[in-house]
């Protein structure tokens, strides 16, 4: 998401779910049926396809919203590319449990959660309930594979959606939120502004640099190394377990870890928030035998 998105994320402490009308702009067929599963009437279905197709469906559809994930266990150079215009944004990293649990049970509005299908010409939508608009809502052509969608889905009124285009439904932003990745490429300035935002709603913690800025090497998730970090505030040495990016050797025998070029911690003794860079020889760090 651009960084405006971002703030209102959390200012709001509200998922932005959109209108369905919106992102039929770009994609025609969004919460339409296609002609295969027209064609293929459900014994549980008590409308007509007709129907379904004509009407129904079309009045249906201007009272549904979507708030959209994308399901990957890394992070994906195309996903950036296409949602993100220019290098000024980050990914919200989270689990589909943390989604679930972090929606506020006051809210008036119903979420329902499921994994887009990716169906071709000829494919029927899957239908364990016959159809309904939620089924319309979770299927796109398979040339959208590279998406990996997962959709949270309200349906609303008109009058909700009118002023924004969509609703938002109020979240727990802490149980949300697992991890801020800042995109890749992103100037330092930028990366300090997103910690510093952050760090208003005790979220500083969660920053962390794109995996893509990792200098070239090998890269080992399980890995880990003890870097030790002196506070300029008050002089204190203190100890940070980290993921390696890239280990490499100084002349005098020493090792450093390059994980991107920077790393944000709070001081133990003192609580001062401080940003260093791991480019240089100071962050010396020894590593455990495995």
Not at 3 to 32: N, P, R, Y
Not at 45 to 74: C, P, Q
Not at 103 to 119: C, M
Not at 147 to 168: C, F, N, S, W
Request: proline residues 6%.
């Amino acid at each position: 998401m651009d960084f405006t998105k971002f703030v209102s994320l959390l200012e709001t402490k509200s998922l932005f779910f959109c209108s369905q009308l919106i992102l039929q702009e770009t994609d025609k067929h969004e919460g339409s049926y296609n002609q295969a599963t027209l064609e293929t009437p459900s014994d549980k279905n008590i409308l007509t396809a007709f129907d379904v197709g004509s009407n129904v469906l079309r009045e249906f559809g201007k009272l549904v919203t979507v708030n959209s994930w994308h399901m990957n266990d890394i992070e994906s150079v195309a996903m950036w590319n296409v949602y993100l215009n220019g290098n000024h944004g980050v990914a919200i990293k989270s689990t589909f449990r943390q989604l679930v649990e972090s929606f506020i049970p006051e809210t008036k509005y119903e979420v329902s959660i499921g994994k887009v299908n990716y169906l071709s010409e000829n494919d029927i939508i899957p239908q364990p309930q016959g159809f309904n608009g939620l089924n319309a809502s979770l299927w796109k052509w398979e040339s959208y594979r590279y998406e990996q969608e997962l959709r949270a889905v309200a349906i609303t009124m008109p009058e909700d959606i009118h002023k924004y285009g969509g609703i938002y439904i109020p979240v727990d932003i802490e149980e949300l939120i697992e991890k801020i990745v800042v995109s890749p490429n992103a100037p330092r300035w930028f990366y300090e502004l997103v910690s510093r935002i952050a760090e208003k709603y005790n979220l500083v913690e969660k920053v962390a640099p794109s995996r893509l800025d990792a200098n070239p090497g090998e890269i080992s998730p399980s890995d880990k190394v003890v870097v030790i970090v002196v506070c300029p505030n008050c002089q204190t040495e203190q100890k940070l377990v980290l993921p390696p990016f890239k280990i490499a050797d100084f002349p005098d025998g020493m090792t450093s870890v390059y994980s991107a070029d920077r790393i944000t911690f709070r001081c133990k003794t003192c609580s001062q928030l401080f940003m260093t860079s791991l480019r240089v020889p100071s962050a010396i760090v020894d590593v455990p035998n495995k």
